[in-house]
């Protein structure tokens, strides 16, 4: 297994997954970020041997569903196994480092092992191929492109952008433009060399281990029994034996790929005893091809079925392959690559989920099952009373469903598929739907008609009886109306149906039904010119509704300013070099916090959180869980030495809860398991209190806030609302966003024998906060407690001030119980407890003058703060001074206030503040345009900052990068001459919109506060001429290590390769300030330099004397002469302040400019849409490293977008939330990338205030994310000018399908039934 062949026979707990259990040789590579095989991060390659085509198949799986004893005679590899630092590293591990496909490289080994499976199968994959390997991969950090282009590098078709040389692409037209201050030799747009790579040799792969080979030829035939604890697991040989045995035990599940049954037993507590495993039965695998149809075996897996299909669609005329074809259509987006790998047709078929996308085509396609038991055979049709799971209809106990029988669809039959999810790939459908219709020969008279619905109701419903009214109609407008009709009153969905989105679904039924109307009219018209000229039938205008958008593999360019051509080589300044631990991600050999190996007398923590909302706790009853074997204690606040937190912010609470999810105590285990069974068996009784708040509305009914009000005002607003010629008021709701850091929050306290010492390996952006919070918690001296953080995998803000609540929680329990204490927050919990971005509600009041320009804005807005204050009332100062964004405008009135609630405490997030608030100004400027009848770009154009000027509160500054970007940003993306093309395409197609918008940026980067902006470093050189690097900065994946190195080795003039770093300490560097706020190289940097411009001082006289000698002989001399090697670094940063009493201050050191296009495509009937291109222009004035830095915008602009597209967190009214992992909880996929998405950082552009005049741009392009909502809204707005509705609307974010379809109102949102809001409870509430 893994990183040498070898076989391990598994002789362990037959329940253990694969990722959980504990190998041989200890491997951290395979990475757990999710535990429901939704993210990728725990990809691992399977090979086994197939008996039927004798060849070895290899194969992704996620390691975290896998049950072990499914491997016996598998082949599993690793990352280890792939290749490795010390020994050789694998091409897909080199091109993905260098490519820049890694930041903090927590999902870098799931990406390595995707493509990695790719290659082992297809050695020249195609690019088509590759975004479908790595559609189950997520990452939160790159934003795939750099990813994507890494793996592009295998491709036949590989040459980087497509357009290149055709005249298209924008490097054709060279760069020498009015915009562009540099000649086209400075700009340059590599930002790797292809031809560094050593070339993909299939011949190095490991092969399939011998011992196996031998064991797959001569294959066991005997029943394998695997006993454990609470679990046996079962592997009968033969299909006789595995009959047998469900008559022994009819109540044991089938278990294939265990990716149904799985989740179930982990999420909700399912568990058998017994489990049988029927992988070795090779009748399940059988498939047949008769000239009726296609019988395929039930342990078929979905990949297997898809290219079963798909060979099946190539050998026969379209008109018998209509159900294939639309199961195929379904197979591409179900899941990832992974689950399609590991899933079998027959647990799909049978798990019978709601949202299944395969069997409602099944259904309609009159799929049979086969089944088998002692008894014999006998075949059931999946028909609506099997997928209700009626007993009359349904598997007996001893019978299992050996294969599935498909027919073939036959002439004038029509098959289709529907189905529209939060995005594109890798996302459970909100609703499905399969629909077959059979024509009477040569007619439009419908024969049979079949509509099956996924995701409406508790498993799959069939329209049966609407079907069976309209048999003998004739497919027309009136069969249309009176259709929907009956399907609006047979798949009926009640207001307070589970999943919520109730209207949405209800219109999607009719919606899917017009399109699939339309198809078949569309075919008809083929066949009508083909088979007889008696039928006449009316053009269809509604073409626009029938296409689906295609997954397309994403193209870009990014340019950025070539160093001088006279900077030395060795001087990495300004050079995109690659991250300093990039292999080490690639290799899996990069240690997060919990790769650290377990220490002597280990134990684990987990946490007990609140169920209510808003409670007194009456009594909390340990003892059950304490009897538990493993259990060595329970935690509550009586433990605490110290300060139990603030008054208001308690770390555990002593009477009363504030939310749900709150922590109230925290078990400590001799193992994970232990702790995990312990914690349920916690019993607390509450006592509910009032009032329960849990939106912003309430909130403000309440009086119910955290902070003052922040305020500034400028000019005289209520005098300039009299003088305009218009004045549009509006809302706007932006929702909150989970962090969703891969690696989730981890702790390791490691107490000392002495002095009351203790060691804390921590994933955090603070360590000093970590280290004060454990020192009052502790009562103990600050002194005695060392954090150290190696890399963090992720943080966006998460990992500021929550690291220290775990910290010291998990210090509380090594001290009580002298033990080292690791807590390792499940991604469930994680999400639970840790709170995110603030929601917001705004109102503003917009006074102009009919040319659109703005004179007086008027914004009052309210974040969700939830129950504590954390960082919200920074969040709602910055809020507040930056939302004029770039805009010049004479009256002004800004006002903000963060709502107490009780919801999970909200917190620091890339952006903080701006991305919200910044919403409502940007909305502004849509309604001001729309009302003055002019496109929003003028208006914004019109608005913006023109020359120096003072901000709101009155800080200098000069817009002249703002309006750089903004000119190159229309003119790379000829802006102007797309949005006439836009308009075109618009006038032609009813049922599809693109939109197009520009969006023009002034961040603000750093802390409003003098103090948070120092730093230090401290730089030590050894007697071998090697360089310590440590500074105070955390490595996020933002690169701030590899930045820092690149500052000491210009500033020593020394290569890179002298340097090293070795963690974040607060042994070596004190009271450091949070990695945050976009500053962190900006501020450690200077530190850096300082320390080795001391250094070279010290050295300087040495050098003077011997110039023609080596470093090596300088540091030398220098040590002989007792010379000082050892520096410490500081930098006593910008100052910065405000006086929220007059509204004025210099708050923050300085801007970061930018501006971003985005043009999309809607589909007016589905709400889905298309990201068709992104461009960003940035003024990043002197990148320290234009990979990393262009690394950080892509990122944080994909990041923006899920913000504002696809990441919603859905609240039950009591306050639970929902939304807990991957699978409710949509962050981009690779396929939700725009088709082309280009970055371009600024030339020329110069600060004089930064390291080497470079600028801080980790948050910024959060914000430019909103060009892809304002293209979408600018979509919607045309849908609704042409069907003559209002066309100013509510704004809000995230633009998901559910609100893009319903504000693209039509006569399918009219006919749906609407509940009065009174008459049910709702599934969900809205907070913000
Ligand atoms: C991350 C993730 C994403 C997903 N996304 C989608 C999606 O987009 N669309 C979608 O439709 N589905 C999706 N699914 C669901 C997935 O398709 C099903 O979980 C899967 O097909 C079940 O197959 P399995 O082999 O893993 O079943 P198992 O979990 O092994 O078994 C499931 C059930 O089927 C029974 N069973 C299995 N085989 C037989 C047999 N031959 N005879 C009798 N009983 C049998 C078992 O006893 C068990 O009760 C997703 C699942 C995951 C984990
Ligand atoms: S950890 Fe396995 S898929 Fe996320
Ligand atoms: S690099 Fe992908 S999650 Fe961080």
């Known amino acids: 297994m893994t990183s040498q062949t070898s076989v391990m026979e598994a002789t362990c707990p037959p329940w253990h997954l694969f990722l959980d259990h504990p190998l041989p040789v200890r491997l951290t590579g395979t990475k757990y970020a999710c535990g429901t095989g939704s993210c990728g991060a725990c990809t691992v390659m399977v090979s086994k041997h197939d008996p039927m085509s004798k060849k070895i198949r290899h194969f992704s799986i996620t390691a975290c569903l896998v049950p072990i004893c499914s491997l016996y005679g598998a082949a599993v590899t690793t990352v280890e196994g792939v290749g490795s630092i010390k020994t050789k590293l694998h091409p897909v591990q080199e091109r993905i480092a260098k490519s820049h496909g890694t930041q903090c490289g927590f999902c870098t080994p799931g990406m390595v092992m995707s493509i990695y499976t790719l290659l082992r199968n297809h050695p020249q994959p195609s690019e088509d191929q590759l975004m479908e390997a790595l559609g189950g991969n997520l990452c939160r950090c790159t934003g795939y492109r750099p990813i994507l282009e890494s793996g592009r590098t295998f491709c036949v078709e590989s040459n980087g952008c497509q357009q290149k040389g055709t005249g298209k692409c924008c490097l054709d037209q060279g760069e020498n433009d009015s915009f562009s201050h540099g000649k086209s030799s400075d700009i340059s747009t590599d930002l790797f060399m292809k031809d560094e790579f050593q070339p993909l040799d299939p011949t190095q792969d490991l092969i399939f281990p011998p011992e196996l080979l031998r064991m797959a030829e001569n294959p066991e035939k005997r029943t394998l029994t695997f006993h454990g604890e609470r679990v046996t697991w079962i592997s009968p040989g033969t299909l006789k034996d595995l009959l047998e045995l469900k008559v022994k035990h009819p109540e044991a599940p089938l278990i294939l790929g265990n990716t149904s049954l799985g989740p179930a037993m982990k999420s909700q507590g399912h568990f058998h005893p017994i489990l049988l495993y029927p992988a070795r039965i090779s009748e399940l695998s059988m498939v047949s091809k008769t000239s009726e149809g296609l019988t395929i075996g039930a342990g078929c897996s979905l990949a297997q079925v898809k290219d079963i299909l798909a060979e099946r669609i190539s050998e026969l005329p379209e008109e018998k392959t209509q159900t294939y074809r639309a199961l195929l259509k379904h197979l591409k987006s179900l899941a990832g690559q992974q689950i399609r790998n590991m899933a079998s047709l027959g647990g799909h078929i049978i798990s019978r989920h709601y949202n299944s996308d395969m069997n409602p085509i099944l259904a309609v396609g009159n799929a049979t099952l086969n089944l088998i038991s002692e008894e014999g055979t006998r075949q059931i049709p999946l028909n609506e009373h099997f997928l209700a799971g009626l007993a009359s209809a349904d598997l007996k106990p001893e019978e299992i469903l050996e294969s599935v029988y498909i027919p073939h669809s036959q002439k004038w039959e029509f098959v289709s598929a529907f189905r529209q999810a939060q995005c594109q790939q890798n996302a459970l459908a909100d609703v499905n739907a399969g629909m077959r219709v059979l024509l009477k020969e040569g007619t439009d008279t419908i024969e049979d008609l079949s509509i099956a619905y996924g995701g409406v109701g508790v498993t799959t419903i069939s329209a049966h009886n609407s079907c069976q009214q309209l048999l003998g109609r004739r497919w027309n407008e009136l069969m249309l109306d009176e259709a929907c009709r009956l399907l609006l009153d047979e798949v009926s969905i009640p207001g307070s149906a589970p999943g919520g989105s109730v209207e949405f679904k209800r219109t999607l039924v009719v919606s899917f039904l017009f399109k699939f109307y339309l198809e078949v009219l569309q075919e008809l018209k083929k066949l009508v010119k083909l088979f007889s000229d008696c039928l006449h039938y009316p053009e269809i205008s509604d073409l626009s509704a029938l296409e689906d958008f295609p997954v397309t593999v994403p193209q870009g360019v990014q340019r950025y300013q070539s160093v001088d051509s006279h900077q030395p080589l060795q001087d990495s300044v300004g050079r995109p070099i690659m991250h300093v631990s990039g292999l080490k991600h690639a290799t899996g050999e990069a240690m997060f916090c919990d790769d650290i190996p377990r220490v002597d007398k280990e134990l684990f923590m987990a946490l007990v959180t609140s169920t209510r909302a808003h409670a007194k706790i009456i009594s909390i009853d340990l ?24 008054e208001d912010d308690k770390l555990l609470p002593v009477d009363e809860v504030l939310c749900v999810g709150q922590i109230i105590c925290a078990v400590v285990a001799e193992t994970d398991v232990q702790a995990k069974r312990a914690i349920k068996m916690i019993k607390i009784t509450y006592e509910d209190l009032e009032p329960v708040i849990f939106t912003i509305e309430d909130a403000i009914k309440h009086n119910s806030f955290l902070c003052p009000e922040k305020k500034l005002e400028q000019g005289n607003i209520e005098e300039a609302f009299e003088k305009v010629d218009q004045v549009v008021e509006g809302e706007v709701h932006v929702g909150g966003q989970e962090h969703f850091y891969m690696e989730t929050q981890t702790v390791l306290v490691i107490p000392k024998t002495e002095d009351k010492e203790l060691d804390i390996y921590v994933s955090t952006q603070d360590p000093a906060h970590v280290q004060k919070t454990v020192s009052s918690t502790l009562n103990i001296p600050i002194n005695r407690i060392t954090c150290h953080v190696k890399r963090v995998g992720g943080g966006f803000g998460g990992k500021v001030g929550r690291p220290a609540v775990l910290g010291a929680i998990a210090a509380v329990g090594a001290i009580k119980t002298g033990h080292p204490i690791r807590l390792v927050l499940d991604r469930e919990d994680d999400m639970l407890i840790t709170g995110g971005r603030h929601p917001l509600f705004g109102k503003y009041k917009v006074g102009f003058m009919n040319n659109g320009r703005i004179k007086a804005l008027d914004i009052e807005c309210f974040i969700n703060g939830g129950c504590t204050l954390d960082e919200s009332e920074q969040v709602i100062e910055f809020l507040v001074l930056r939302l004029e964004n770039a805009y010049k405008i004479q009256n002004l009135r800004f006002r903000g206030r963060a709502c107490m609630t009780n919801l999970p405490s909200n917190t620091a997030f890339r952006g903080f503040g701006f991305p919200q608030g910044t919403l409502i100004t940007e909305s502004c400027i849509t309604a001001v345009a729309a009302k003055c009848g002019l496109l929003p770009e003028k208006i914004r154009e019109k608005n913006m900052y023109k020359t120096v000027d003072k901000t709101i509160y009155k800080q200098a500054f000069s817009p002249e990068p703002l309006i750089r970007c903004w000119n190159e ?124 411009q001391i250094l070279l001082k010290r050295l300087e006289p040495i050098i003077k004397k011997n110039p023609e000698g080596t470093w090596e002989d300088w540091i030398e001399a220098a040590f002989e002469q007792r010379i000082s090697l050892s520096a410490t670094g500081y930098f006593r940063g910008y100052k910065a302040f405000m006086d929220w009493e007059k509204g004025e201050g210099d708050p923050f050191p300085y801007y970061v400019y930018g501006a971003a296009c985005s043009e999309v495509e809607i589909d007016c009937l589905t709400g889905a849409h298309k990201k068709i291109r992104a461009d960003i222009v940035m003024d990043a004035c002197c990148s320290l490293n234009p990979a990393i830095d262009i690394g950080q915008i892509e990122g944080s602009f994909i990041q923006g977008m899920g913000l504002y597209t696809t990441e919603e967190l859905k609240y039950s009214p009591e306050g639970v939330l929902y939304s807990r992992g991957p699978d409710d909880y949509k962050i981009p996929t690779i396929t939700d990338v725009p088709v082309e998405f280009n970055v371009s950082l600024l030339s020329s552009s110069h600060t004089p205030l930064t390291i080497y005049s470079s600028k801080g741009l980790g948050e910024s392009g959060m914000f430019l994310g909103s060009a892809v909502f304002f293209a979408i809204a600018d979509a919607v707005a045309t849908a609704r000018r042409e069907r003559d509705i209002a066309e100013h609307f509510t704004v809000k974010s995230p633009a998901t399908p559910e609100w893009v379809r319903m504000a693209c109102a039509d006569r399918f949102t009219e006919m749906i039934p609407r509940d009065d809001p009174k008459t049910f409870k709702p599934w969900s509430i809205p907070i913000a």
Not at 996 to 1013: D, E, L, N, Q, W
Not at 1026 to 1034: D, K, M, N, Q
């Open 969 to 1092: 940003c229309l003119d790379k993306t000829s802006f102007h001459s797309r949005r006439m093309q836009v308009e075109e395409f618009n006038k032609k197609n009813y049922w599809k919109k693109k939109g197009i918008a520009i969006i023009p940026m002034k961040f603000t980067v750093g802390f409003a506060a003098t103090s948070y902006h120092q730093a230090a470093a401290l730089v030590h050189i050894y007697t071998d001429g090697s360089v310590l690097v440590t500074h105070g900065g955390s490595e996020l994946g933002q690169g701030i290590h590899t930045k820092m190195l690149q500052v000491a080795s210009r500033e020593l003039k020394i290569p890179m390769s002298y340097m090293h770093i070795c963690e974040t300490s607060t042994a070596t560097v004190p009271n450091t300030i949070a990695t945050a706020a976009s500053i962190g190289s900006d501020v450690n940097g200077r530190a850096v330099q300082n320390a080795c």
């Open 623 to 646: 003892s059950e869980a304490l009897e538990l074997p493993g259990v060595l204690d329970v935690i509550t606040a009586k433990d605490i030495p110290g300060t139990n937190g603030a």
